[in-house]
């Protein structure tokens, strides 16, 4: 019989078995990421961004751009270990001034598997399907010196307005399929 201990960041330990140290092969499940499934992945989603945010970001003012819209679960993506969602992009269909985009976030990313850039692995995912879709451009409100890894730049103070006060300083847009960079106006909600 083998037996083997994993530590909690997935390192491989040696262990003596029968009094001699021997190492026990192991492989870390694979994270992947695939598009969202609404009936498998919703209840997980939700407790991963309890578990990431809190209660306190049903407060934000994106949650107003959201609160009357569905998300995209084609265009979604997720980050999957095993059966865990440890990661997620959800994305929303906005529109700005008279331009339809898509409204990337919330991002979340299980506290146990941050600091490795899977919050922009899945960003990077769903901006690719948003891009595949046609959709023209992207809006995500986030720190600049993460997203703009991936190809989000900051507005110009005024250049889109949300229902609520927001941090001009974390406004950004993308260009997917077309006008993304010209997104000029007032963001709201439009219909999935």
């Known amino acids: 019989m083998r037996v083997g201990r994993v530590t909690d960041s997935g390192l491989r330990q040696p262990l003596k078995w029968l009094g001699k140290l021997v190492a026990i092969p192991y492989a870390a499940p694979v994270i992947e990421i695939v598009p969202e499934t609404p009936a498998r992945d919703a209840v997980a989603i939700e407790a991963l961004y309890d578990r990431t945010f809190g209660p306190g970001h049903f407060a934000k003012t994106a949650e107003r751009l959201r609160e009357y819209s569905a998300p995209l679960p084609a265009i979604n993506r997720l980050a999957r270990q095993g059966d865990a969602v440890i990661g997620v992009c959800r994305v929303w269909p906005i529109r700005v001034g008279d331009v339809d985009a898509l409204f990337f976030g919330p991002v979340a990313v299980d506290p146990r598997h941050q600091g490795h850039a899977l919050g922009l692995d899945v960003t990077a995912a769903a901006m690719e399907a948003g891009r595949a879709a046609g959709w023209p451009g992207g809006v995500l409100i986030g720190a600049s010196a993460y997203f703009s890894r991936i190809g989000f ?32 106006g007032a963001a709201r909600a439009a219909p999935a």
């Open 153 to 184: 730049s900051v507005v110009p103070a005024g250049q889109i307005s949300f229902p609520g006060p927001q941090d001009e300083r974390r406004v950004m847009v993308c260009d997917l399929a077309g006008r993304g960079l010209d997104l000029v």
